[in-house]
């Protein structure tokens, strides 16, 4: 995972002359749980059909030129590592941050299992 070329794609878009701000979020696995258990790391499963289809979904949205996933799964990640990078271009703060928002609520609501591991399981 390289966030740095996911942006130099985003300066490659076409339409890059149109945006007036890239909005990134970075997700890193963190040392515990939503519940407070301390947490050695996570693996993470993407349903990547959904995942295109959710991004192609919000692409249409007003303002927005391109919105770029790219997500570590598959291999046991430890406390500290980078989970996910997502990254929107698009015309004004008012487009662009709902839709950060949006994008990164259904990709972790409906598009991801995680499975945390604990240092001292229930």
């Known amino acids: 995972m390289n966030l740095n070329s996911l942006l130099d794609k985003i300066k490659q878009h076409p339409d890059y002359d149109k945006a007036g701000m890239i909005l990134c979020h970075n997700g890193i696995v963190r040392n515990t749980s939503r519940d407070g258990r301390e947490v050695t790391g996570l693996k993470i499963i993407v349903d ?3 995942l295109q289809s959710v991004i192609n979904t919000f692409k ?3 303002g ?3 919105i770029l996933v790219e ?3 598959d291999k046991n990640l430890r406390v500290g590592d980078d989970v996910m990078y997502l990254i929107v271009a698009g015309d004004i703060r008012d487009n662009v941050i709902p839709v950060l928002n949006d994008t990164l609520n259904a990709i972790k609501k409906d598009l991801t299992k995680k499975t945390e591991f604990f240092k001292h399981p229930a």
Do not use: T
């Open 48 to 50: 990547h059909d959904r």
């Open 60 to 62: 249409k949205k007003p």
């Open 64 to 66: 927005i030129i391109e």
């Open 71 to 73: 997500i570590n799964e």
